[in-house]
Nanobody
Framework: HVQLVESGGGSVQAGGSLRLSCAAS????????MTWFREAPGKKREGVAS????????YYADSVKGRFTISQDSAKNILYLQMHSLKPEDTAMYYC????????????????????WGQGTQVTVS
């Protein structure tokens, strides 16, 4: 069983930056697709950015391309999401998720593909 714990959320003004972290309880990076999702009140959960640990391939939602960067520290089993130029529409609960054996291609943004989820960290942009 993999446990994921997010941190780093907070309140910032538009144009500001935040870095989210997701600590994993096990060595998941050898064969997992790791993804950040977000969910705003009244909206569907949205895939934000994904990374395939084996080769470092990354994928982004159009809404965050050029502003957000997903990365990993495999030695520490930590996933990051660096967010710049934040907008009020980025306000949401952010979750990290892991999908064992999934290469992150073909629909990485579908939440049903992910078996493990963190509890979320709130990001508020005003």
């Amino acid at each position: 069983h993999v446990q994921l714990v997010e941190s780093g959320g907070g309140s910032v003004q538009a144009g500001g930056s935040l870095r989210l972290s997701c600590a994993a309880s096990a060595d998941i990076y050898s064969a997992h697709c790791m993804t950040w999702f977000r969910e705003a009140p009244g909206k569907k959960r949205e895939g934000v950015a994904s990374i395939y640990a084996v080769d470092g391939s990354t994928y982004y939602a159009d809404s965050v391309k050029g502003r957000f960067t997903i990365s990993q520290d495999s030695a520490k089993n930590i996933l990051y999401l660096q967010m710049h130029s934040l907008k009020p529409e980025d306000t949401a609960m952010y979750y990290c998720a892991a999908a064992p054996g999934y290469r992150c291609n073909g629909g990485w943004f579908y939440s049903v593909k992910y078996n493990y989820w963190g509890q979320g960290t709130q990001v508020t942009v005003s």
